[in-house]
């Protein structure tokens, strides 16, 4: 990294680019953080107009929590795809955390999000199960009538 002047977050404002992902069941997220001025797209549509309001709560918290000097001077471009609605948000809430830490390097903020939320950095590991051969769901079998 070159010299640069320091931001308040005591990072060099140089051209840094971080790329981070966050999952949660079928639904992955792609989260770019740069230098900027607090400004986040997800999917091209800025987070502050988003249209589904449970999954702007969730995608801001990550933002909430990092506070306002660390969120107005980063950008953070989002693409996310799969899953449902609230799989998408939660993908996205873990990706921005992701990136946010790696960006600023901070163990304060990692600490941070632990406490807020355990799946916040590390990710939700349940997966839905898969369905069985000649069942009608996973666990779903079938009906006896001579009992």
Sequence with gaps: MSTGATSKTGVSRTRKVV???GK???AIARAIVTFGTGRVW?????LDIYPVELMRIKMMEPLLLAGDSIRNSVDIYVQVGGGGYMAQAEAVRTAIARGLVKFTGSEELKQVYREYS??????????TEPEKWMRYSARRW???SYR
């Design 19 to 21: 790329i981070e992902v």
């Design 24 to 26: 949660r069941k079928t």
């Design 42 to 46: 997800v999917n091209s549509i800025p």
């Design 118 to 127: 355990r799946y916040m950095l590390s990710g939700d590991p349940r997966q």
């Design 142 to 144: 079938r009906q006896k």
